[in-house]
């Protein structure tokens, strides 16, 4: 079966580094994408990885690792309007994305 | 219109009622996409649409019908609504072009069945 893993939650302190991780076991591979969604809103797009390596986006950067079916996304400065869920998908053969339940990620002063 | 727009925003339904969700986009993207998403889960494809005139089941189907007359409209029709149906729906629509293509979102319809 397809899979995609995530932590359920972390918390980081304003103005720190977080790292939020996901791991994939999916059929087929067609990219990885990053997506944020504040409680009650719906999911907006960050970023978007098929190759291999780090994608740079302002205070946000995303990596990809496709021999180890593993991806970050690495949230720098960290300001209180981060304060969201992050949600990892895969874009699999059919080209369907395949969702992560999301980390939730909390921010404390 | 800008973007895309899902009503009605919420909606409290009896079991056994049938009910539409509506979605439209001015966009012109050629796929379209219906989500559930329930507490601990990721976002679940209920159906699809990858160009209009065509449609297709996703992973959670049942209970569930869609159809795609024209490229704007994606309406989900529950036939006879059941409890555990109660969710938040998200119609979304992407170019369909291409891997890179983006998924934009609607702002989501918050449903109850009791």
């Known amino acids: 079966g397809q899979n995609i893993d995530q932590p359920t939650e972390m918390t980081a302190t304003e103005g720190a580094i977080v790292q939020i991780n996901c791991t994939y076991q999916?059929?087929?591979?067609?990219?990885l994408f990053w997506y944020q969604q504040h409680a009650g809103e719906a999911p907006t797009f960050l970023s978007y990885?098929?190759l291999d390596g780090l994608e740079e986006k302002g205070r946000f950067s995303s990596f990809l690792s496709r021999s180890k079916g593993y991806s970050y996304l690495l949230l720098k400065e960290l300001q209180m309007k981060d304060s969201a869920s992050y949600l990892c998908?895969?874009?699999?053969?059919?080209?369907?994305?395949?969702w992560g339940a999301g980390t939730k990620l909390i921010i404390k002063p | 219109i800008a973007g895309i727009t899902q009503a009605p925003t919420s909606q409290i339904l009896a079991a056994g009622r049938r009910m539409t969700l509506r979605c439209t986009q001015d966009?012109?993207?050629?796929?379209m996409y219906w989500y559930r998403q329930d507490l601990g889960l990721g976002l679940r494809l209920i159906h699809y649409s990858n160009t209009a005139g065509t449609t297709g089941k996703g992973e959670v189907p049942d209970g569930y019908s869609v159809s795609r007359a024209n490229t704007d409209d994606f309406p989900l029709t529950l036939a006879s609504a059941v409890p555990s149906q109660t969710s938040v729906y998200f119609c979304a629509s992407a170019t369909g072009e291409g891997n890179s293509a983006e998924a934009f979102f609607g702002q989501g319809t918050r449903l109850t069945v009791v």
């Open positions: 998908a895969v874009r699999d053969s059919n080209y369907q994305l395949i």
């Open positions: 990885n098929v």
């Open positions: 966009m012109r993207h050629n796929a």
């Open positions: 999916t059929s087929g591979f067609n990219g």
